[in-house]
């Protein structure tokens, strides 16, 4: 099943003056199936996180349409797409994004609490879902106490509770060490393999390995594409340095 559509999307900036007109994307097609975990790569400048952004519903495409789940983003009403994003779309961001003066608890809640979730409920889903990703004993903690990974998978945690459609990462693992990546990236492969749909940002080959295809953008365009299949992840993480390295150095395509 196609849970999202991505159809010939361009999107057209004015600079400042209104003189040139800047094209971020130019006809961007694809889909991603529920349950796959995509990863989308590009140098910078190269219109990833243009992308993610209408992908985010954060911004409009100049042409071209987003379907999630059937749904066109064209028709939702522009008062009703924070109602939109909160109850499809989950977010992760490089750099947290959590509240300082909130416990773990309630920066993973929060979703929840705009949402007008029973508090029964909100009991129920936050601790298995906390244990899932091992931050069960760090829920009364603040941010400031807890290490950048323990945050990055509070995040995750909070982008998870709603149940959404699609979770959407922004360089999930930029502001961490070695250690606290690897990290993640498993227990985002764990949520992948109990059916959760996640479409990642990145700039790391080795982030993007865990992912089971790899979208290449270049100049704002499609550039490429590989599937992971049946290869093991440092087999996988071959292939995708190798497109890398023709995509850096402007070579043909590479089917």
Known sequence: ??????????????????GRQCVALQD?????????FVAIMGASGSGKTTLLNLL????KPTEGEILLAGRNFREIRDKELSIFRRNNLGFVFQDFNLLDTFTLRDNILLPLVLSNTPPEEMMLR??????????EELLDKFPYEVSGGEKQRAAVARAVIINPK????DEPTGAL????????????????????TILMVTHSANAASYAS????????????????????RREFFDRIVSTLTVL???GADIG
């Open 1 to 18: 099943m196609e849970l999202l559509e991505v159809r010939h999307l361009k999107k057209v900036y004015n600079t400042r003056l209104g």
């Open 28 to 36: 961007v097609s694809f889909t991603v199936s529920q349950g796959e």
């Open 56 to 59: 985010a519903s954060l911004d």
């Open 126 to 135: 936050v601790r298995p879902l906390a244990q899932s990703l091992g931050i």
């Open 166 to 169: 699609i979770i959407l990462a």
């Open 177 to 196: 060490d070695s250690k606290a990546s690897a990290g993640l990236l498993d227990k985002f492969s764990a949520l992948n393999a109990q059916g959760r």
């Open 213 to 232: 295809r790899v979208i290449f953008i270049r100049d704002g365009r499609l550039y490429n594409q590989i599937y992971r299949g049946g290869l093991e």
């Open 248 to 250: 850096t150095e402007g």
